[in-house]
């Protein structure tokens, strides 16, 4: 086998396996949970309306009976593997009977366009200017952005968040603070829903991409104050070939292959400043429907969202490991 | 460089849609004729069958405004002004021994669609219920209804399986009731229960408009035909308000900042302190229940210190009332809301129609209640604590807290227990407990020490009452740790699974004398073994013999008899002297108004109306606003 | 090894094409608020000549890496030049390294060029080879883009590499050819200076052999001169014309390579050629005692006295200069004795 | 070791500055043994009071003093980062020099581990975790939980320095001496490893407080025990910042983040007293 095939097996074998030990591990700390799904959706139902105590009994057994959680743990897991292969995690209990599935397919659009923007831009702007000021030693703009960044780097994005909200929402109310896009626009490609969406984005998207930029711009800006060490660079300065050049080919598409590989590291830990962001932007994604799945204590969509959510980082791993030896040649060619 | 391409082209995006965006709050929807309500964020919004079971949109408006039924009770009013006939044409109409009840319909009422709407309905409702055991109100529908007829197309008939003289209490709107289905659209359906009846036909005055699939938002818009409803009927004037929206509009600062923004009209509910600082930043341009200090609306609903019967030595009423004893209310009123509370001795809320029925009558019985602690009698009730609660407050409210005693008492209450340490002391003793240094011992030797449940987040205000109560009681040496249940609450009450907790189970109409609410569900037949789980409401699964003489008495009197208000006081005197719960105080609920474009929100000076977003009652609010004169012009 | 050594030369016209002065490049360091200074390379004065081959030798650390990347204007802090000129004279025009940066660059390739230590990895990684040479050298020749790639690839075959690794990743070739390509790239401007710093330590026996025959080869043929470095003796013997020994930052000795290897006059000399394996040798080498100096704090003196075997007392408090002596140059007070130790 | 800290605190401005912030932040949190009022206890004070001469950084609308609160609440935060650091360092030698040390297939099988672990989202199954547990989920649990996801990254790297000793003269004198596996990782390699992990552990420190307070302001952790998060969490709950008590969230943030700059700064320059190619572009400048 070549270098190349047995890189994509590798990283193919690395996604299943991800796959695997995420949804087992779902499983089984779900199914471990005191919350009894047929109680839990009873109390919804009586805690307002007058009640019959005999009536809440018929109600129990009806219940019961429509969740299906019969059979053994064994049996129950073998079942609940069957039905993520379907992409069927049955009703949600706080939103019975919609499927889990239609709220989370419904949802993770918004996670993934929230994400995808606020990733790509952190990772761009963090490298490019970790670039820079590993480059550019002595700028003094470079070093001033840098020391912004990498001080907003450790602090939660809930506090960051929370900071841009207040400021933008409170203090100087200018940009929307709750939802995905402006109330009674019906989604389509119209140029006022697209603007409504960014819109809507910007805060959260911000909040991500402020606390987001610090590592890029660390590691990227240690890796090129190492590799203009390298003795391609060294010889390509004293080869005359122009610092544009220099920094382009020669410092930062090297500093980017580790790079790409800490994107795909770093989408698990993204992905939980997302659930933080989207609950308190109110922002209609996975995260908020896990946080409030979690509040109304909804047993299958906690377990859908989490399942989903680590196939979903697994597979953007995947997409970006399979990328990868398009920016570089020693995987792609062996 | 093609970042910088990039970032050109973003900001260009950004800068031509930035403006377009803003100018409209809501799109393509004039503000001044629309009122916008906080919703709960719909996880199912693309469902619209209320007689399944879950949740989701239906709190979005769907009850509130396109649902209809024979009855509403005023959970704010007080005599017959608290009742409304609303597909009913008239009270219901009982046969002697209560297996019987007759409705009858008004007649020109109409589903949205154009479908009159007729007892056909109403049988069909009852019958598919019963044929389909998951759905809302089938269980209750199989034990009372034996057979449902319509005589004519406005007449039904009820016959019961055993006497019930509160059947009609189904088809009561106190929070919500048992809906009336549309048969032309349900008949049509295979499944009525995986049916997400999407759009809805409204049988009230407002029709779906849209609704956010992310269940952020739905958009209600009056209907053409609203003079067509039970509701429209009644109405000198056209309803002003053409849209509601209802919106989830985020966490309780965003909700705040929102409202201060005139993006959010109506507050299901905020800390305290968010409903003082819109008072504080919005001034004139704010209402509420009561228009300053302590804003808050108290719901029918008890707040209370629950005990688990079944576990000891909480069986025990010396006990209770020791642990009542030790409470300073002053502090709990302070420290849960912020002396914003709506203080109850009573058993029952001290709303509505509670007041003039049960707390004034029994002021007096209160004042000279004896409570023997084993060596001596005391009365413990405290009149003043009004009084007492006013004078904490008026250092930070000054001159709108009022000095008269009877305006104090409907902000803060008529009085509670005062805190007697001595008291609680020679109770305790009397129980066989005694006192190590600052540790009670219980009878058995171990140290005595309490689990408090609370929920938590869900019901911020009774976590902090919480709090502060196991501090009381820690400090009195029964060392107390809060418990914080979350979601698992509702499961862990019902079960058992507590010693004691801060939550409800006491609710009431409001609007109306009768117990029976709640009351009926305390018969001593449906306590739980212990480990079972208890059905609502006898949540400390209190056992008396007493106390089941008055249910079985309340059950046969009829709803309106005036035996049901002395049956009411038994039940309360019986509640004070075993102390089977500590009640606290009323659920205050602080919802305050924005006036920036309507006005005539219901008031403690004129409860016309609910004014809660998730009661159905809040219809009869939103069909009286009244636009105000110096709304910002579109 | 058999140790050769390279036949004279058939002296040329003396032309000088490097000069370098009273040269003195340091170390110059500050941390954890030591300030050290390290001599690494200290005062040196060398003319190198057209057509030349001129080699570098000295153990590690003895600062002749400093020396040559300090020719190379290759130096980054903390070496920073502290005195002395380094002059290459290119047809007539006179380019001070240090003087003017810009002309200097504008030079490299076209009339300079470098093979570095490790010149295995002088490639980038993630481009092609004909990324190199497209970088390095299109701009010095002028040519149309088709014309530059038949030129490159004629230069490739003439030593000896298949046009093919133009279109090859670094890594796809082995590091021989990787050697040789460096080589390729560093002369496909036929440049009239290299500088070279140890271009074969990194490679087996066998590939260093070829190496150097086509360092030669490419030498006679374009006719530039040679600067190199390196610590290995047999090296030198096989292609350099005129040795420089350095030790802890100084030239001690200069000279023709037969004639040194003949007559050694610096000890310290001696010491590297009779340390060289020889044929038929049985002899166990001497091994010189002490270790080299630490050119923070260099010994008084001559800097080889504690280790030289015929240190006398003077040794020891004065520093010899570098006097003619013979066919080249040497700095030691005992230069004449050597041969007898 | 002291010579270093020393060396660093002379020389270095990072850590000095690093060093000074953490020191301080700690003495802080430690005075909260000290504290006249007892951290769990509320309405003792005048609730909403702002910062003034009798309660320098004010009081909460749970009548608390904020310096107390804040006091105990950074013990109890720092506590809870040292804990999760300890126990993922220890997991994290423990893979990571086996691998190193070991090679070959078993390198390879705690690698595929490792890697799965790193791609798994850890604040989904955080969150997963507390659902099951709810009010069982005591801080130390929680610390176990975020330890046993806190370890993968720090594992590779402290793996990739190991196998650079691996084939070292040291490591096969002491083979065959006949030094046992065991004792050839924690008296051979250990000191060398040390660095790295002395460097991932601030990191990893500021990870789990990071973790911690995201965790409590949420509500997903013992509300009871005062916590930088759980400060928060409160002032949320009390609607501090709409309310205008800004210094309830104001100080927590504050000293959180200095917090972090601290410990990132010791990162940092520990980072670069141990790269030796960072260490060298410093001695140019």
Redesign the interface.
């Given at each position: 086998m070549d270098g190349f095939a047995k890189y994509l097996a590798r990283r193919f074998l690395q996604f299943i396996l991800v796959i695997f030990l995420g949804v087992s591990l779902a499983f089984l700390i779900t199914h471990l949970s005191p919350v009894d799904p047929v109680e839990q959706s009873v109390s919804l139902m009586t805690n307002f309306g007058a009640t019959d105590p005999r009536s809440v009994e018929l109600l129990r057994a009806a219940l019961s009976e429509l969740y299906g959680l019969q059979g053994s743990f064994f049996e129950q897991y073998l079942a609940f593997w069957g039905r993520v292969l379907h992409g069927d995690f049955g009703p949600s209990l706080s939103s019975f009977p919609t499927p889990v599935m239609s709220l989370i397919m419904g949802a993770l659009p918004w996670t993934v366009g929230l994400l995808t923007l606020s990733v790509l831009i952190s990772w761009c702007l963090g490298n490019l200017l970790g670039a820079l000021a590993g480059y550019f030693r002595s700028n003094v703009l470079l070093k001033l952005s840098g020391a912004a960044v990498m001080a907003l780097h450790p602090v939660p994005a809930y506090i960051v968040g929370l900071l841009l909200l207040l400021t933008f929402g409170f203090v100087w109310p200018v940009l929307p603070i709750s939802g995905g896009a402006q109330m009674n626009l019906q989604p389509g490609f119209s140029l006022a829903f697209i603007g409504s969406v960014i819109q809507h984005g910007l805060l959260p998207a911000l909040t991500l991409v402020l606390v987001g930029i610090g590592s890029w711009f660390i590691s990227m800006r240690s890796l090129v104050s190492n590799i203009v060490t390298d003795d391609h660079v060294v010889y390509a300065e004293l080869g005359g070939v122009s610092s544009a050049t220099i920094f382009s080919q020669y410092v930062a598409r090297n500093a980017l292959l580790p790079q790409l590989t800490g994107l795909a590291l770093s989408l698990g830990n993204v992905f939980g400043g997302a659930v933080i962001t989207e609950f308190l932007f109110n922002y209609p994604g996975v995260g908020r429907l896990l946080i409030q799945g979690i509040y109304s204590g909804d047993y299958s969509l906690v377990l859908g969202v989490t399942t989903m959510s680590i196939v979903a980082v697994a597979v953007a791993v995947f997409i970006i490991d399979l990328v990868y030896p398009l920016i570089d040649p020693r995987v792609r060619l062996g | 460089m093609m970042f910088k391409n990039l970032l050109a082209a973003i900001l260009l995006v950004a800068a031509s849609i930035l403006p377009a965006a803003a100018q409209d709050f809501i799109a393509g929807i004039p503000r001044n004729q629309t009122l916008i309500i906080q919703g709960p964020p719909a996880q199912n919004a693309e469902w619209f069958n209320l007689w399944a079971p879950g949740g989701g949109a239906s709190n979005n408006g769907l009850q509130q405004l396109a649902a209809d039924t024979f009855w509403f009770i005023n959970p704010d009013g007080t005599g017959d002004a608290a009742w409304t006939n609303a597909l009913a044409a008239d009270r219901p109409q009982y046969n002697a021994d209560f297996t019987e009840m007759t409705v009858k319909l008004k007649d020109g009422i109409f589903w949205s669609d154009g479908v009159p709407f007729t007892a056909d309905d109403v049988v069909y409702t009852v019958e598919t219920q019963i044929a389909h055991p998951g759905m809302g109100w089938s269980a209750p529908f199989t034990v009372n209804v034996d057979r449902v007829e319509a005589t004519d197309p406005h007449t039904v008939v009820f016959h019961l399986k055993a006497p019930n003289s509160r059947f009609h209490t189904l088809f009561t709107v106190r929070w919500n009731a048992a809906w009336i289905m549309p048969k032309h659209v349900f008949e049509k359906v295979a499944d009525p229960l995986s049916f997400n009846n999407n759009p809805p036909v409204s049988l009230s005055a407002y029709v779906l408009h849209s609704y956010d699939k992310a269940g952020n938002w739905a958009i209600w818009k009056l209907r053409d035909d609203w003079q067509r409803t039970s509701i429209g009927m009644g109405l000198k004037e056209p309803p002003q308000v053409k849209y509601v929206v209802y919106r989830n509009a985020g966490n309780p600062d965003a909700r705040v900042i929102e409202q201060l923004n005139h993006n959010l009209d109506v507050i299901n509910d905020i800390a305290p302190e968010g409903m003082f600082t819109i008072a504080r930043k919005a001034g004139d341009q704010m209402a509420a229940w009561f228009p300053g200090f302590p804003f808050a609306h108290p719901d029918p609903t008890l707040p209370s210190v629950l005990f688990n019967h079944q576990v000891k030595p909480f069986d025990n009423a010396d006990v209770r009332w020791a642990l009542a004893l030790m409470i300073d209310i002053r502090s709990v009123a302070m420290g849960a809301y912020r002396g914003a509370a709506n203080l109850a001795a009573l058993s029952t809320p001290p709303t509505g129609i509670a007041v003039p029925d049960y707390y004034e009558p029994m002021q007096d019985w209160l004042k000279g209640f004896e409570l023997n602690t084993g060596t001596r009698t005391i009365k413990p009730y405290d009149p003043t604590i009004a009084e007492q609660v006013a004078a904490l407050v008026r250092p930070q409210w000054g001159d709108s807290i009022p000095s008269d005693p009877a305006k104090l008492k409907t902000m803060f209450g008529f009085g509670w227990w005062k805190q007697d340490v001595q008291a609680a002391t020679e109770l305790l003793q009397k129980a066989g407990f005694t006192k190590q240094g600052n540790q009670w011992m219980m009878p058995d030797g171990k140290p005595f020490a309490i689990r408090l449940m609370v929920e938590g987040d869900n019901v911020p205000t009774l976590a902090r009452a919480g709090s502060i109560i196991a501090q009381q009681w820690s400090m009195q040496g029964i060392k107390t740790t809060i418990d914080v249940a979350g979601p698992t609450n509702g499961q862990r009450l019902g079960a058992g699974d507590f010693e004691a907790a801060i939550y409800w189970s006491v609710e009431t109409w409001g609007g109306h004398p009768d117990l029976s609410f709640f009351l009926d569900s305390y018969d001593s037949a449906y306590i739980a073994e212990p480990g079972k789980t208890q059905p609502p409401r006898n949540l400390q699964r209190w056992k008396s013999e007493k106390l089941d003489a008055i249910i079985q008495a309340n059950r046969k009197v009829a709803f309106d008899s005036p035996q049901v208000v002395d049956l009411g006081r038994d039940y309360l005197k019986l509640a004070v002297e075993e102390m089977p719960f500590i009640p606290l105080m009323a659920y205050n609920k602080f919802a305050p108004f924005d006036t920036t474009y309507w006005t005539g929100y219901p008031s403690a000076a004129d409860p016309y109306s609910a004014s809660g977003p998730f009661w159905s009652n809040l219809r009869y609010m939103v069909v009286a606003l009244k636009p105000n004169p110096a709304a910002p012009k579109p | 090894m058999q140790v050769e050594v390279k036949p004279e030369t058939l002296a040329a016209p003396a032309e000088p094409v490097l000069r370098v002065e009273n040269l003195k490049a340091y170390y110059q360091m500050n941390y954890f608020g030591v300030s050290r200074e390290v001599r690494a390379v200290d005062d040196i004065t060398l003319t190198i000549h057209r057509n030349e081959i001129y080699g570098i030798a000295g153990e590690s650390s003895s600062g002749k890496s400093s020396l040559i990347k300090t020719i190379a204007g290759a130096i980054r802090p903390p070496l920073r030049v502290v005195s002395g000129s380094v002059r290459f004279d290119f047809g007539g025009r006179t380019l001070d390294v240090y003087d003017d940066p810009q002309a200097m660059k504008a030079a490299r390739w076209r009339h300079l060029s470098y093979v570095m230590q490790g010149s295995m990895n002088v490639l980038n990684p993630v481009r092609r080879v004909k990324h190199a040479f497209h970088d390095f050298a299109f701009r010095h020749m002028g040519l149309s883009p088709s014309a530059f790639r038949a030129r490159v690839e004629a230069h490739l075959e003439q030593i000896g590499l298949d046009p093919q690794v133009l279109e090859a990743y670094p890594h796809q070739l082995s590091g021989g050819m990787r050697q040789r390509l460096a080589i390729g790239l560093a002369t496909v401007c036929e440049p009239e200076f290299i500088i070279a710093d140890e271009p074969t330590t990194a490679l087996d026996v066998l590939v260093q052999q070829d190496v150097l025959a086509l360092i030669k080869d490419v030498q006679s043929r374009l006719g530039s001169s040679i600067i190199f470095v390196t610590h290995d003796m047999t090296v030198h013997a096989a292609i350099a014309d005129r040795i420089g020994i350095i030790y802890a930052g100084r030239l001690v000795e200069e000279g023709p390579a037969q004639a040194m290897f003949a007559r050694p006059q610096h000890p310290y000399t001696a010491h590297l050629i009779a340390s060289l394996p020889r044929i038929g040798d049985t002899t166990r080498r001497q091994s010189l005692p002490g270790k080299p100096p630490n050119l923070a704090d260099p010994p008084s003196g001559c800097r080889f006295h504690p280790r030289c075997p015929l240190a006398i007392t003077k040794c020891e408090t004065e520093s010899p200069p570098l006097e003619p002596r013979g066919e080249g140059r040497v700095a030691c007070w005992r230069a004449g004795e050597v041969a007898a130790a | 070791m002291f010579s270093i800290l020393r060396?660093l605190l002379?020389?270095?401005v990072e850590f000095l500055v690093g060093f000074v912030l953490t020191a301080l932040i700690f003495l802080f949190a430690a005075a909260h043994f000290f504290a006249p009022y007892p951290d769990t206890?509320?309405?003792l004070l005048p609730?909403d009071m702002p910062p003034s001469a009798e309660f320098w950084l004010g009081t909460t609308?749970?009548?608390q003093d904020v310096f107390w609160q804040m006091s105990a609440a950074i013990w109890n935060t720092m506590t809870f980062g040292l804990v999760v650091m300890i126990l993922s360092r220890i997991i994290a030698l423990a893979v990571g020099m086996l691998s190193g040390y070991l090679g070959g297939k078993a390198d390879e099988v705690l690698m595929?581990i490792n890697?799965?672990?790193?791609?798994?989202?850890?604040?989904?199954?955080l969150?997963?975790?507390?659902?099951?547990m709810?009010?069982q989920m005591t801080w130390p649990l929680l610390a176990v939980t975020a330890a046993l996801l806190g370890w993968n990254?720090d594992a590779r790297l402290i793996r990739s320095v190991t196998l650079s000793l691996r084939n070292r003269e040291f490591t096969r004198h002491a083979v065959f001496a006949g030094m046992s596996v065991p004792q050839v990782l924690v008296r051979q390699h250990l000191p060398y490893v040390m660095p790295v992990v002395f460097f991932t552990a601030m990191n990893n420190l500021?990870w789990a407080i990071?973790l911690e307070?995201?965790l409590s302001?949420?509500?997903?952790s013992?509300?009871?025990r005062p916590t930088v998060g759980g400060m928060?969490y409160w002032a949320?709950?009390?609607?501090?910042?709409?309310?205008?008590?800004w210094w309830w969230?104001v100080f927590p943030?504050v000293a959180?983040?200095l917090l972090?700059?601290g410990?990132?700064l010791l990162a940092?320059s520990i980072?670069e007293y141990i790269d030796p190619?960072?260490?060298?572009?410093?001695?140019?400048?």
């Amino acid at each position: 086998m070549d270098g190349f095939a047995k890189y994509l097996a590798r990283r193919f074998l690395q996604f299943i396996l991800v796959i695997f030990l995420g949804v087992s591990l779902a499983f089984l700390i779900t199914h471990l949970s005191p919350v009894d799904p047929v109680e839990q959706s009873v109390s919804l139902m009586t805690n307002f309306g007058a009640t019959d105590p005999r009536s809440v009994e018929l109600l129990r057994a009806a219940l019961s009976e429509l969740y299906g959680l019969q059979g053994s743990f064994f049996e129950q897991y073998l079942a609940f593997w069957g039905r993520v292969l379907h992409g069927d995690f049955g009703p949600s209990l706080s939103s019975f009977p919609t499927p889990v599935m239609s709220l989370i397919m419904g949802a993770l659009p918004w996670t993934v366009g929230l994400l995808t923007l606020s990733v790509l831009i952190s990772w761009c702007l963090g490298n490019l200017l970790g670039a820079l000021a590993g480059y550019f030693r002595s700028n003094v703009l470079l070093k001033l952005s840098g020391a912004a960044v990498m001080a907003l780097h450790p602090v939660p994005a809930y506090i960051v968040g929370l900071l841009l909200l207040l400021t933008f929402g409170f203090v100087w109310p200018v940009l929307p603070i709750s939802g995905g896009a402006q109330m009674n626009l019906q989604p389509g490609f119209s140029l006022a829903f697209i603007g409504s969406v960014i819109q809507h984005g910007l805060l959260p998207a911000l909040t991500l991409v402020l606390v987001g930029i610090g590592s890029w711009f660390i590691s990227m800006r240690s890796l090129v104050s190492n590799i203009v060490t390298d003795d391609h660079v060294v010889y390509a300065e004293l080869g005359g070939v122009s610092s544009a050049t220099i920094f382009s080919q020669y410092v930062a598409r090297n500093a980017l292959l580790p790079q790409l590989t800490g994107l795909a590291l770093s989408l698990g830990n993204v992905f939980g400043g997302a659930v933080i962001t989207e609950f308190l932007f109110n922002y209609p994604g996975v995260g908020r429907l896990l946080i409030q799945g979690i509040y109304s204590g909804d047993y299958s969509l906690v377990l859908g969202v989490t399942t989903m959510s680590i196939v979903a980082v697994a597979v953007a791993v995947f997409i970006i490991d399979l990328v990868y030896p398009l920016i570089d040649p020693r995987v792609r060619l062996g | 460089m093609m970042f910088k391409n990039l970032l050109a082209a973003i900001l260009l995006v950004a800068a031509s849609i930035l403006p377009a965006a803003a100018q409209d709050f809501i799109a393509g929807i004039p503000r001044n004729q629309t009122l916008i309500i906080q919703g709960p964020p719909a996880q199912n919004a693309e469902w619209f069958n209320l007689w399944a079971p879950g949740g989701g949109a239906s709190n979005n408006g769907l009850q509130q405004l396109a649902a209809d039924t024979f009855w509403f009770i005023n959970p704010d009013g007080t005599g017959d002004a608290a009742w409304t006939n609303a597909l009913a044409a008239d009270r219901p109409q009982y046969n002697a021994d209560f297996t019987e009840m007759t409705v009858k319909l008004k007649d020109g009422i109409f589903w949205s669609d154009g479908v009159p709407f007729t007892a056909d309905d109403v049988v069909y409702t009852v019958e598919t219920q019963i044929a389909h055991p998951g759905m809302g109100w089938s269980a209750p529908f199989t034990v009372n209804v034996d057979r449902v007829e319509a005589t004519d197309p406005h007449t039904v008939v009820f016959h019961l399986k055993a006497p019930n003289s509160r059947f009609h209490t189904l088809f009561t709107v106190r929070w919500n009731a048992a809906w009336i289905m549309p048969k032309h659209v349900f008949e049509k359906v295979a499944d009525p229960l995986s049916f997400n009846n999407n759009p809805p036909v409204s049988l009230s005055a407002y029709v779906l408009h849209s609704y956010d699939k992310a269940g952020n938002w739905a958009i209600w818009k009056l209907r053409d035909d609203w003079q067509r409803t039970s509701i429209g009927m009644g109405l000198k004037e056209p309803p002003q308000v053409k849209y509601v929206v209802y919106r989830n509009a985020g966490n309780p600062d965003a909700r705040v900042i929102e409202q201060l923004n005139h993006n959010l009209d109506v507050i299901n509910d905020i800390a305290p302190e968010g409903m003082f600082t819109i008072a504080r930043k919005a001034g004139d341009q704010m209402a509420a229940w009561f228009p300053g200090f302590p804003f808050a609306h108290p719901d029918p609903t008890l707040p209370s210190v629950l005990f688990n019967h079944q576990v000891k030595p909480f069986d025990n009423a010396d006990v209770r009332w020791a642990l009542a004893l030790m409470i300073d209310i002053r502090s709990v009123a302070m420290g849960a809301y912020r002396g914003a509370a709506n203080l109850a001795a009573l058993s029952t809320p001290p709303t509505g129609i509670a007041v003039p029925d049960y707390y004034e009558p029994m002021q007096d019985w209160l004042k000279g209640f004896e409570l023997n602690t084993g060596t001596r009698t005391i009365k413990p009730y405290d009149p003043t604590i009004a009084e007492q609660v006013a004078a904490l407050v008026r250092p930070q409210w000054g001159d709108s807290i009022p000095s008269d005693p009877a305006k104090l008492k409907t902000m803060f209450g008529f009085g509670w227990w005062k805190q007697d340490v001595q008291a609680a002391t020679e109770l305790l003793q009397k129980a066989g407990f005694t006192k190590q240094g600052n540790q009670w011992m219980m009878p058995d030797g171990k140290p005595f020490a309490i689990r408090l449940m609370v929920e938590g987040d869900n019901v911020p205000t009774l976590a902090r009452a919480g709090s502060i109560i196991a501090q009381q009681w820690s400090m009195q040496g029964i060392k107390t740790t809060i418990d914080v249940a979350g979601p698992t609450n509702g499961q862990r009450l019902g079960a058992g699974d507590f010693e004691a907790a801060i939550y409800w189970s006491v609710e009431t109409w409001g609007g109306h004398p009768d117990l029976s609410f709640f009351l009926d569900s305390y018969d001593s037949a449906y306590i739980a073994e212990p480990g079972k789980t208890q059905p609502p409401r006898n949540l400390q699964r209190w056992k008396s013999e007493k106390l089941d003489a008055i249910i079985q008495a309340n059950r046969k009197v009829a709803f309106d008899s005036p035996q049901v208000v002395d049956l009411g006081r038994d039940y309360l005197k019986l509640a004070v002297e075993e102390m089977p719960f500590i009640p606290l105080m009323a659920y205050n609920k602080f919802a305050p108004f924005d006036t920036t474009y309507w006005t005539g929100y219901p008031s403690a000076a004129d409860p016309y109306s609910a004014s809660g977003p998730f009661w159905s009652n809040l219809r009869y609010m939103v069909v009286a606003l009244k636009p105000n004169p110096a709304a910002p012009k579109p | 090894m058999q140790v050769e050594v390279k036949p004279e030369t058939l002296a040329a016209p003396a032309e000088p094409v490097l000069r370098v002065e009273n040269l003195k490049a340091y170390y110059q360091m500050n941390y954890f608020g030591v300030s050290r200074e390290v001599r690494a390379v200290d005062d040196i004065t060398l003319t190198i000549h057209r057509n030349e081959i001129y080699g570098i030798a000295g153990e590690s650390s003895s600062g002749k890496s400093s020396l040559i990347k300090t020719i190379a204007g290759a130096i980054r802090p903390p070496l920073r030049v502290v005195s002395g000129s380094v002059r290459f004279d290119f047809g007539g025009r006179t380019l001070d390294v240090y003087d003017d940066p810009q002309a200097m660059k504008a030079a490299r390739w076209r009339h300079l060029s470098y093979v570095m230590q490790g010149s295995m990895n002088v490639l980038n990684p993630v481009r092609r080879v004909k990324h190199a040479f497209h970088d390095f050298a299109f701009r010095h020749m002028g040519l149309s883009p088709s014309a530059f790639r038949a030129r490159v690839e004629a230069h490739l075959e003439q030593i000896g590499l298949d046009p093919q690794v133009l279109e090859a990743y670094p890594h796809q070739l082995s590091g021989g050819m990787r050697q040789r390509l460096a080589i390729g790239l560093a002369t496909v401007c036929e440049p009239e200076f290299i500088i070279a710093d140890e271009p074969t330590t990194a490679l087996d026996v066998l590939v260093q052999q070829d190496v150097l025959a086509l360092i030669k080869d490419v030498q006679s043929r374009l006719g530039s001169s040679i600067i190199f470095v390196t610590h290995d003796m047999t090296v030198h013997a096989a292609i350099a014309d005129r040795i420089g020994i350095i030790y802890a930052g100084r030239l001690v000795e200069e000279g023709p390579a037969q004639a040194m290897f003949a007559r050694p006059q610096h000890p310290y000399t001696a010491h590297l050629i009779a340390s060289l394996p020889r044929i038929g040798d049985t002899t166990r080498r001497q091994s010189l005692p002490g270790k080299p100096p630490n050119l923070a704090d260099p010994p008084s003196g001559c800097r080889f006295h504690p280790r030289c075997p015929l240190a006398i007392t003077k040794c020891e408090t004065e520093s010899p200069p570098l006097e003619p002596r013979g066919e080249g140059r040497v700095a030691c007070w005992r230069a004449g004795e050597v041969a007898a130790a | 070791m002291f010579s270093i800290l020393r060396d660093l605190l002379r020389f270095n401005v990072e850590f000095l500055v690093g060093f000074v912030l953490t020191a301080l932040i700690f003495l802080f949190a430690a005075a909260h043994f000290f504290a006249p009022y007892p951290d769990t206890a509320i309405y003792l004070l005048p609730p909403d009071m702002p910062p003034s001469a009798e309660f320098w950084l004010g009081t909460t609308s749970r009548g608390q003093d904020v310096f107390w609160q804040m006091s105990a609440a950074i013990w109890n935060t720092m506590t809870f980062g040292l804990v999760v650091m300890i126990l993922s360092r220890i997991i994290a030698l423990a893979v990571g020099m086996l691998s190193g040390y070991l090679g070959g297939k078993a390198d390879e099988v705690l690698m595929t581990i490792n890697d799965t672990l790193i791609a798994l989202p850890n604040i989904p199954i955080l969150l997963l975790v507390y659902f099951v547990m709810r009010d069982q989920m005591t801080w130390p649990l929680l610390a176990v939980t975020a330890a046993l996801l806190g370890w993968n990254y720090d594992a590779r790297l402290i793996r990739s320095v190991t196998l650079s000793l691996r084939n070292r003269e040291f490591t096969r004198h002491a083979v065959f001496a006949g030094m046992s596996v065991p004792q050839v990782l924690v008296r051979q390699h250990l000191p060398y490893v040390m660095p790295v992990v002395f460097f991932t552990a601030m990191n990893n420190l500021i990870w789990a407080i990071g973790l911690e307070v995201t965790l409590s302001v949420l509500g997903f952790s013992d509300v009871n025990r005062p916590t930088v998060g759980g400060m928060i969490y409160w002032a949320n709950q009390h609607q501090a910042a709409v309310s205008g008590i800004w210094w309830w969230l104001v100080f927590p943030i504050v000293a959180v983040v200095l917090l972090f700059l601290g410990l990132f700064l010791l990162a940092i320059s520990i980072n670069e007293y141990i790269d030796p190619r960072s260490r060298l572009s410093r001695m140019g400048g």
